[in-house]
């Protein structure tokens, strides 16, 4: 699946089975952050979900139920 503004800059979702399990950006910082905290947390995203209109990388790691992620301090 691709998520993307065009050529330039694109992210390209793997899922096994109906997980998440690895995403590959271009010219997208962003994309890039949000899946290594989803990823990081064991956030279930499905490709039903990441198909759905709307969807970003970056809100679903942000709606992971705990916000963003703990800085340097632990939290």
């Given at each position: 699946?691709?998520l993307?503004?065009?050529?330039?800059?694109f992210?390209?979702?793997?899922?096994?089975?109906a997980a998440?399990?690895?995403?590959?950006?271009?010219?997208?910082p962003?994309?890039?952050?949000?899946?290594?905290?989803l990823?990081?947390?064991?956030?279930?995203?499905?490709?039903?979900?990441?198909?759905?209109?709307?969807?970003?990388?970056?809100?679903?790691?942000l709606?992971?139920?705990?916000?963003?992620?703990?800085?340097?301090?632990g939290g």
């Open positions: 699946m691709v993307g503004d065009g050529p330039g800059a992210s390209v979702l793997l899922f096994g089975g998440l399990r690895a995403v590959e950006s271009v010219n997208r962003g994309d890039h952050l949000a899946a290594r905290r990823l990081a947390a064991g956030v279930r995203v499905s490709p039903a979900e990441a198909a759905s209109e709307g969807f970003s990388l970056r809100a679903r790691s709606d992971r139920g705990g916000g963003a992620p703990p800085g340097p301090s």
